[in-house]
């Protein structure tokens, strides 16, 4: 027993490491969680006295873009996958949280325009329906991830673009929106099938709580999670997998588990992403915003920005957001558009803007490249 | 008890058959080596043992336990790691992100650090690169991170497919000294090549495959002087 008390000093040193090593963890995740929203604050009061509303407008639609590509980062760039349905999980949240606000204003309220100021009993709901939208589209991120594991390469793309296809057509067969509130109060539960989500003219009148505010919280909350997973151990085993699916497994990475949680991560982001989209003042929600076009918009962002890049996919979604708005007279070359500035980017830049890595890595000296040489 | 006991293995690609009734067993402390030409099935053996493929039939038991059937992360979690052929590393990560990998399954911090000090101390070339990209190592630089990654999980049985390939030989020199080293400290060893010279110097027993079936196995410094394994294997006249 002598021998053994020597010993206890250092389990306790030890102890103490671990404890202090989780508490740093959770500020390290909660700093930058409230940075984030101390950030989307004065976005949301000080940004249209400085730009505009117009300009405000896509400063708010950047946000949307980017909780899209950061997400969609997380399949196709971090587990090298190759998803073109994103689109889909986001119009899936969407049209939920819509009609969670909708029909829930109604009923309570017997009115869905806007409710409350701003952070009023309105807002919160719609926060919360943006949530439960997340959930239902990371549902069916599980659905359509399962095929991942069979199906790679262009064979998941079918996949992935047959969903959003797919929902799209299901969507355009919903039935006319309830606008009475007699009539919902009224309704029976048999007429939730088809859905009352307005068919394929989409879904008018959802309150419009979206504000820059509200944009930036759920991007914060997006990119402090992917920033945190792609430094974590389960997000290099996603890395892993892209890099060699063999060796990855030869590690002991369960390649099925990680494959499908990377789709339904990404599609949770994704159907939080749709509910703000939703509720944006001037956008009426749509069965084509499920469809194909909008997917490939994201792609193009991911692919120009770089494969698990964070900060290049968010530069990337901010350039492809404004550019467009810009160059509104030409809005019937932005395909065009689109297409020459990724062949000129498969032939200067393939690795995307960034490659692999962020924007602070890309200084010399600070690089993952850099090689540290014998003294 | 044998550490690993593989009994009438069958496996086929599709209508390929590339492995016909395999055998091999491997004892607690040995390094055992399996030899054969191109296409024999040497990897095909350690694939189907590491959970990769599945066997169309036979049976393959690790420390007593029928393993074949389970997956991967479960066999790998037993014990029986694999470096697999072409060295397997993660190019776009840093050498030091293929290492943390390695010890994917394990949690014991303590003990990790204390391997990892170990791993790097084997190969002192791989430490001075930890911060380098593995993609931008040299062929014989990433078979030392390959084999140092996969000691960070800690292995029981080590399974290494041709080490020696594409190396220059004082490469393989080093490597091959450092896989004795490694059994010498406990870890067993199965040892797939093609540089049958090399792999007879160092292991303790041998098998040879043929096109998926095993035609003699004994002591290594038997199979290294018999006629047979002269003639095909060691470029003897
Ligand atoms: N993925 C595959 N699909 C179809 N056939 C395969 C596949 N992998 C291997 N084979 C075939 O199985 C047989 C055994 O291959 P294996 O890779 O096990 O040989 P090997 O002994 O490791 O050869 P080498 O020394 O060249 O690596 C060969 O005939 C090969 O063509
Ligand atoms: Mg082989």
């Known amino acids: 027993m002598a021998h053994s008390a020597p010993e206890t000093p250092a389990k306790v040193t030890m102890q103490s490491a671990e404890t202090r090593r989780s508490h740093d963890s959770i500020w390290r995740g909660l700093l930058p969680l409230a940075l984030g929203m101390v950030l989307a604050l004065a976005l949301q009061f000080v940004l249209p006295a400085i730009v505009g509303q117009y300009n405000s407008r896509i400063v708010m639609d950047i946000g949307i873009a980017m909780i899209m590509a950061v997400s969609l980062n997380i399949v196709n760039g971090m587990t090298g996958q190759f998803s073109i349905g994103h689109a889909g999980f986001m119009t899936l949240g969407g049209y939920t949280a819509a009609m969670l606000t909708y029909y829930g204003s109604l009923y309570m309220w017997g009115a869905p325009p806007a409710h409350g100021h701003f952070l009023g009993a309105g807002e919160w709901m719609m926060a919360g329906a943006c949530i439960v939208g997340g959930l239902v589209a990371a549902g069916a991120g599980y659905v359509v991830g399962l095929p991942s594991l069979r199906l790679r390469g262009d064979y998941l793309a079918i996949v992935t673009l047959g969903f959003g296809e797919i929902l799209r057509v299901v969507l355009q067969q919903t039935s006319k929106v309830i606008e009475d509130p007699a009539a919902l109060k009224a309704a029976k539960w048999s007429q939730l099938f088809p859905p009352p989500v307005g068919g394929a003219i989409g879904f008018a009148d959802v309150p419009k709580y979206t504000n820059l505010f509200w944009v930036y919280t759920f991007v914060t909350i997006t990119v402090v999670v992917a920033y945190r997973l792609k430094n974590s151990s389960l997000g290099r085993a996603m890395i892993s997998i892209r890099e060699d699916e063999i060796a990855s497994q030869a590690m002991g990475v369960n390649i099925a588990r990680n494959k499908v949680l990377a789709f339904v991560l990404a599609a949770f982001f994704a159907g939080t992403a749709g509910g703000l989209f939703a509720h944006e003042s001037g956008v009426i929600i749509s069965p084509k915003d499920a469809g194909f076009q909008r997917s490939f918009d994201y792609v193009i962002m991911t692919v120009l920005g770089g494969r698990g890049s964070i900060t290049g996919v968010m530069l990337a979604a901010s350039i492809l957001t404004a550019l467009p708005e810009m160059l509104r007279d030409f809005e019937q070359y932005r395909l065009i558009m689109y297409a020459l500035l990724l062949i000129i980017m498969m032939l200067v830049r393939p690795q995307g803007l960034f490659g692999i890595h962020e924007i602070w890595q890309l200084w010399p000296g600070k690089g993952t490249r850099t090689v540290q040489k014998k003294a | ?237």
């Open chain 2, 1 to 237: 008890m044998s550490l690993l006991s593989v009994n009438d293995l069958w496996v086929s690609y599709g209508a390929i058959q590339a492995l016909r009734g395999i055998s091999l067993r491997v004892e607690p402390g040995e390094i055992v080596t399996l030899i054969g030409g191109n296409g024999a099935g040497k990897s095909t053996t350690l694939r189907t043992i590491s959970g990769l493929l599945q066997p169309r039939s036979g049976e393959i038991q690790f420390q007593g336990q029928a393993i074949q059937g389970r997956a991967p992360h479960h066999i790998v979690t037993s014990g029986l790691i694999q470096v697999p052929e072409g060295r397997g590393i993660f190019a776009n990560l840093t050498v030091d992100e293929n290492l943390q990998l390695g010890a994917f399954t394990r949690s014991d911090r303590v003990a990790i650090r204390k391997d990892r000090e170990r791993a790097l101390e084997l190969f002192p070339r791989v430490r001075e690169r930890l911060k380098q990209l593995a993609g931008t190592l040299s062929g014989g630089e990433q078979q030392m991170l390959a084999i140092a990654r996969a000691l960070l999980a800690r292995p029981k049985l080590l399974m290494l497919d041709e080490p020696s390939l594409g190396l220059a030989p004082q490469i393989v020199q080093t490597i091959f000294q450092v896989i004795r080293e490694i059994n010498r400290e406990g870890t067993t060893i199965l040892l797939v090549e093609q540089n049958a010279s090399m792999a007879l110097q160092v292991a303790h027993r041998a098998y040879v495959i043929e096109v998926g079936e095993m035609i003699m196995d004994g002591p290594a410094a038997e199979l290294a002087a018999s006629d047979e394994v002269r003639k095909a294997y060691l470029g003897a006249h």
